[in-house]
C-alpha cells in the first residue's frame, strides 16, 4: 500500500533549474527504489533517473551530470534536482516506487500522478 504525491513542477527558462519533490507513503519494501520517469508528448513513458533505499543511484544517459535524485528516506521523499535545462526535458514527470533498483518501468508497482515540466527555449 503505497500513495505517492509529486509536487515542483512549472515553467522554467532553458538552463535553469527545477528540483521536483515526491512525497511516499507505505511500507519500506514497497518503497525500496524510487524513481523518476518522464513521457513527453508523442513518446514513450522513459527511465530518468532512480534511488534505493541506501545510495546507489541510477541515470539515464540524456540527464546523467545535469540531474541529480536523492531521498530523504526519514521524510519518505525523493527528489530530483534538475540543472542545466533544456526544452527536450519538457515532459510530464512521474515518481513511481518498485522494490528492487531497475530502470523497467513495469517493474515500479506504484506511480503518483505527475507533474508537467516545460523548458523554454
Known amino acids: 500500500q503505497v500513495k505517492l504525491v509529486e509536487s515542483g513542477g512549472g515553467l522554467v527558462q532553458a538552463g535553469g533549474s527545477l528540483r521536483l519533490s515526491c512525497s511516499a507513503s507505505?511500507?519500506?519494501?514497497?518503497?525500496?527504489?524510487m524513481g523518476w520517469f518522464r513521457q513527453a508528448p508523442g513518446k514513450e513513458r522513459e527511465f530518468v533517473a532512480a534511488?534505493?533505499?541506501?545510495?546507489?543511484?541510477a541515470y539515464a544517459d540524456s540527464v546523467k551530470g545535469r540531474f541529480t535524485i536523492s531521498r530523504d528516506n526519514a521524510r519518505n521523499t525523493v527528489y530530483l534536482q534538475m540543472t542545466s535545462l533544456k526544452p527536450d526535458d519538457t515532459a510530464v514527470y512521474y515518481c513511481?516506487?518498485?522494490?528492487?533498483?531497475?530502470?523497467?518501468?513495469?517493474?515500479?508497482?506504484?506511480w503518483g500522478q505527475g507533474t508537467q515540466v516545460t523548458v523554454s527555449s
Open positions: 507505505g511500507s519500506t519494501f514497497s518503497t525500496a527504489t
Open positions: 513511481a516506487a518498485a522494490r528492487f533498483i531497475t530502470r523497467a518501468t513495469n517493474a515500479y508497482d506504484y
Open positions: 534511488v534505493e533505499w541506501a545510495t546507489t543511484t
